[in-house]
Each structure stands twice: as C-alpha cells, then as structure tokens.
C-alpha cells in the first residue's frame, strides 16, 4: 500500500524536513533564552486548543530538545544527522510519512489527556530508534569524547520506554505506545522474520550440535562410547547379525546377537 501511496502522493512529499524541524527548535531554543515564557505557549495542551489555540497542533513539534545551550547543539545536529539518514535510506516521501505517523498518534495520545502538556520528545525518539535499527555500528562521542556504538544506546532507549509504560502515568504509556507506532509499522515484519530466523538458526545449531556430540562407536555390552573412553579401540563382531560393536574388554567375550525370528 505504501508503495502505491509514494506512486500517487511522492510529487508532495516535502525534501529536506529535518532541516526545517531543527531550524524550527533552534529558533524557538533562542526565543525561550529571551523569553522562557514563550516555550509553555509551544506545548501541545489539547485543553487549551479545544479553547482556541490551535497553533498548538503544529509548534508542539518545534519545541526545543533541552535547555542547556553546548546540549542543545549537540542534540540539534544529531537529530539533523539522523534524520538526513532516514530520508536518503527511505526517500522523502517515506520519511514523511513516518514522521507524520508519530506526529498524529502523538496528538492521538495527548488527547486523551487533555489537561497534561505533551512535547515532541517522543516523536524524535522514533526516529532514534529508526537510525539505530538501520545503522547499529553507527558510533558516537558522547560528550564528544566516549564512542559508543548507537545500538547499545538503543537498548537503553527501548529499556526506558519498557520501564515508562510498566510504571509511568496513563499519559506516559499512551505517547510511548505513540512513540513505537510508526517504528513497528515500518519495521514490524522484518523483526518478525529475524526472530523466526533466529529460532530456526538455534533450531539448527542445536541439532547440529548433538549430532557432533553423538558417539560413532558403542559397546553393546558395557555402553561405553569413543566420548567416554577416547583411547578404547572398538571392534566389530562378525558372526553377530546386525553392525554391533565392542570395546577391548568385550569384543572376545560376548553373546553373539541374532536376529529376532518373526
């Protein structure tokens, strides 16, 4: 379906979007150092749009990432980075759509909750998650000196959000379920198939193993095996009918087997 979409809609997708979403928090980082009162007039508030401000709906997405000005590059440019990614690896019109789908089931989830602010914070937490499962050897500097490689960061991300929707308000579980939404859409199947590779792979490795471990050589008397006694040499008893085998001890004095008569 995605695919007939971009076919029909791709001549609207809009190009270079992270550059305008970071240009739009830049903006508005510098206006709260100025005016702090300015941010609380950005945050999506569904009770206060149902009263009129309806800008709320679009400058929620603008709100800055954080407060501290060296962080705010920092995440700014990262975000920049991540989101350019996204759109080379997808195409514009994909990106947008998986930015759209983060955006909608976030004001989806505000409205439930209509007297508690929501930020963006969860929708560029979606494209984290994205860049992370495309690229996981991807290494940052943390604090532009400890590399890390964005996998084992991820892990922590996808560790907070288990940890906020186990013990988080209402609120909190319905944008982390907001934040996902898109990720398990877009990436959903392949996840699947990696897991029921996986299992087949285990499937294999373990039966692979036992074989490997599986003596070629038993005494029918004692049971011992070339595993248990790797110095035993095992012979095999002609005047017995079927391919049985003996070790030193046993191969001059033993029963014959025969044949079952039915």
């Known amino acids: 379906m995605l695919n007939r979409l971009e076919q029909k809609l791709r001549y609207f997708a809009i190009h270079d979007l992270t550059l305008y979403l970071v240009a739009g928090q830049g903006l508005s980082f510098v206006m709260g150092l100025v005016r702090p009162e300015i941010l609380e007039r950005l945050m999506l508030v569904p009770a206060l749009v149902l009263k009129g401000e309806y800008w709320r709906l679009a400058t929620f997405v603008f709100y800055p990432p954080v407060s501290n000005p060296i962080f705010a590059v920092f995440t700014l440019y990262f975000f920049y ?64 000196i400890l590399p890390v490689k964005i996998k084992w960061i991820a892990a922590l991300t996808w560790l907070f959000y288990f940890v906020t929707f186990a013990f988080g308000n209402g609120q909190s579980r319905m944008l982390v379920i907001a934040s996902v939404a ?33 003596p070629v050589h038993i005494c029918a008397v004692c049971g011992k ?38």
């Not at 299992?199 to 074989?211: V, Y």
């Open 225 to 262: 095996t070339d595993l248990t006694d790797p110095e035993m040499d095992f012979r095999y008893c002609g005047q017995c009918q079927g391919r049985y085998g003996y070790c030193e001890e046993h191969i001059r004095n033993h029963e014959h087997k025969v044949a079952s008569e039915a």
């Open 81 to 144: 980075l991540m989101g350019t990614a996204l759109e080379n690896h997808w195409g514009a019109f994909r990106y947008n759509i998986y930015l759209l789908i983060a955006y909608l089931a976030t004001v989806a989830a505000a409205f439930l909750f209509p007297l508690q602010a929501a930020t963006n914070v969860y929708i560029d937490g979606s494209v984290f998650l994205a860049f992370a499962y495309l690229y996981p050897e991807f290494v940052i500097y943390l604090f532009f």
């Open 182 to 214: 898109n990720f398990l859409l877009f990436f959903g199947r392949d996840i699947m198939l990696q897991i029921r590779y996986g299992g087949r792979k285990m499937q294999w490795q373990a039966r692979h193993f036992a074989e490997s471990n599986k």
